[in-house]
């Protein structure tokens, strides 16, 4: 008899744990478990702001696949998914196609520019390691032509990030500290650079309490990064955005957009039932009236009853939904109940730079400065060893003192 095929499309934060406890749960008779991936690597999404900054390198956020994942416990295959074909239990890849009994989606998100004119075009996203390397890499060809181009403009320095949500504000923490470092290599006065933060809220991070949201902003600005609030962006030039309602251009060499992500466009490809761009998932992660597939990770949002509002996606929840969807395939292999997911938001830590963060925790804890930058060393050390285990905690754990 053929076994049943688990197909799990995706290796980040969702997919490659929903893998590894396949492998831990599933004896090798009860099911085979295939892992499609666009690289041979997982990227750790939650470091992708210090790799485009520059202060880690793309290898120190990259994680081979074949190191976490036994190759003869679960195929791997290296491909691009293009569509989920569900009618027809197949997935169409880019140079091939696989056939599924069941199938977990965890192919994650990507920027949305809100179709914010010229922003595709002109502006940089942090989205996978090559896109944040680019970053990076542009951010010190500016300055490494600074002084040898007679003709260089003034606002070429400028580092200019649109979104002062969590991605923008941890950019921007990682800047204020590249940017002295890079002005010491390449001889530029610090005053010549500005790192400009524009936010169209009235607030930054506005998740966070007051007092923490104020010691982000006085950290921040105290370190030379300047913060417009209640300044939407309209549109993006090649020069830079155009902000507000008086239309000011604000010019830089730089231009990043961290106003938001959106699922993956696969989901919309393969006419996927969306809300939002994602798929409203039932309370055991599966899609509604479907079942053997399985969404999660931000491909999906899950129901927050008490809020009465979907969870925030982040990779906290994806791991967790991944442990309740390998106990909900081994249950479906069995013949056993499906279990309803329940998040325990273990809280939310915001790092400003290497040495410095805000965080709440445990239920409304407040920490900040030195002590929240080590406990955002913690809980990223902590998702690899969930998902690695302590070789990998390591092997490319956050060891080194500020
Ligand atoms: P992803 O991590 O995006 O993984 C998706 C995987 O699918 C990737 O390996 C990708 O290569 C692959 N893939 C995509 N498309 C295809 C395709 N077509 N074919 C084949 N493979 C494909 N959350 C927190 O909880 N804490 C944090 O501190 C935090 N910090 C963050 C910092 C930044 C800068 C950003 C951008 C996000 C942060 N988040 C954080 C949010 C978190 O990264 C996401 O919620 C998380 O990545 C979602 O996990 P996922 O597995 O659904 O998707
Ligand atoms: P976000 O949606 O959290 O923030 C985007 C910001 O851009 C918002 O503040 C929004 O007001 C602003 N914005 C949108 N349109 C604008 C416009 N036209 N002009 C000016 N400002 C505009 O998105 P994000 O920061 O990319 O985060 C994405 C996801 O990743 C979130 O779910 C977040 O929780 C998660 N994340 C978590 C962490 C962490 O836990 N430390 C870090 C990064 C990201």
Not at 228 to 235: F, L, N, V
Not at 306 to 317: G, H, K, M, S
Request: glycine share 8%.
């Amino acid at each position: 008899l053929n076994k049943p095929k688990i197909v799990v499309l995706g290796a980040g934060y969702a997919g490659l744990t929903t893998t590894k406890r396949l492998i831990q749960k599933l004896s090798p008779e009860q099911a085979e478990i295939v892992l499609v991936n666009k690289h041979n690597y997982h990227y750790e999404a939650t470091w992708l702001h210090e790799v485009a900054a520059g202060t880690i390198t793309p290898n120190d956020a990259r994680v081979m696949i074949s190191d976490v994942i036994n190759p003869n416990k679960a195929r791997l295959i290296y491909d691009s998914v293009v569509e989920i074909k569900k009618d027809e239990k197949r997935v169409v890849l880019e140079n091939s196609e696989i056939t599924y009994d069941y199938l977990v989606v965890a192919l994650g998100w990507k920027s949305n520019d809100f179709g914010i004119k010229g922003m595709a075009e002109n502006a940089f996203a942090i989205e996978d390691i090559d896109s944040s390397r680019l970053i990076s890499e542009h951010i010190e060809y500016q300055f490494a032509k600074f002084n040898s181009d007679e003709q260089a403009e003034d606002d070429s320095l400028n580092i200019l990030i649109g979104g002062a949500g969590f991605t923008g504000i941890e950019f921007v923490g990682e800047l204020a500290e590249k940017v002295p470092a890079l002005c010491k290599k390449y001889d530029i006065d610090r005053s010549k650079v500005r790192i400009i933060n524009v936010e169209a809220a009235p607030s930054i991070l506005p998740m966070f309490d007051k007092d923490l949201v104020d010691y982000a902003k006085k950290s921040l600005e105290d370190r030379g990064v300047e913060i417009k609030i209640g300044a939407a962006i309209s549109e993006c030039t090649p020069e830079g955005f155009i902000v507000g309602e008086d239309n000011e251009l604000i010019k830089a060499g730089t231009v990043v957009w961290t106003g938001g992500v959106k699922g993956s466009p696969v989901l919309g490809d393969s006419g996927f039932e969306l809300t939002k761009g994602k798929v409203n998932v039932d309370s055991d992660l599966r899609m509604p009236g479907e079942e053997n597939i399985f969404v999660i990770g931000d491909c999906s949002w899950v129901w927050n009853k008490e809020a009465d509002r979907p969870y925030p996606p982040t990779a906290q929840l994806a791991m967790q939904e991944a442990d309740v969807v390998a106990a909900n395939l081994e249950a479906l292999l069995t013949n056993q109940p499906l279990k309803d997911f329940v998040f325990d938001d273990k809280g939310t830590v915001a790092s400003l730079g290497q040495s410095d963060g805000i965080g709440s925790i445990f239920s409304n804890y407040k920490l900040s400065g030195k002590r929240a930058a080590v406990m955002k060393k913690v809980v990223d050390n902590r998702s690899l060893y969930l998902m690695g285990g302590v070789k990998l905690v390591l092997k490319k754990g956050k060891m080194r003192p500020f």
